[in-house]
Nanobody, 132 residues
Framework: QVKLVGSGGGSVQAGNSLRLTCTVS????????LGWFRQGAGKEREGVAA???????TYADSVKDRFTISQDKYKNTLYLQMSDLKPEDTAIYFC??????????????????????????WGQGILVTVSP
């Protein structure tokens, strides 16, 4: 059973940075996609960024050039480095994993909406609050 445990949230002022971490266990698949999603108050869950086993990445337009997704395969850890944070980045963030979806499909159909329903395994939410 794949288990994801996220950490690293908090409250920061706009313009500052935060790094989210997600440890992945019980995962023995050679092919996978890991992703970060978020859900703001009263909003639908949306995709933020994803990375596959080859290191190929994709980002939502709203975070491109500000957020960086990365992984440490030896530590089975997923990261999301968030820079130049804005109040609209305030949300509960989730890490997720999937072993069926291909990154090329996510890139073609979009990380923002379509990918949300494709990921099979989810971590608990991490609250990120950005004040003006």
């Amino acid at each position: 059973q794949v288990k994801l445990v996220g950490s690293g949230g908090g409250s920061v002022q706009a313009g500052n940075s935060l790094r989210l971490t997600c440890t992945v266990s019980g995962h023995t698949y050679n092919r996978y996609v890991l992703g970060w999603f978020r859900q703001g108050a009263g909003k639908e869950r949306e995709g933020v960024a994803a990375i596959d086993n080859f290191g190929v990445t994709t980002y939502a337009d709203s975070v491109k050039d500000r957020f960086t997704i990365s992984q440490d395969k030896y530590k089975n850890t997923l990261y999301l480095q968030m820079s130049d944070l804005k109040p609209e980045d305030t949300a509960i963030y989730f890490c997720a994993a999937d072993t069926e979806t291909y990154m090329t499909t996510i890139q073609a159909r979009g990380i923002l909406r379509w990918a949300v329903n494709q990921f099979e395994y989810w971590g608990q939410g991490i609250l990120v609050t950005v004040s003006p």
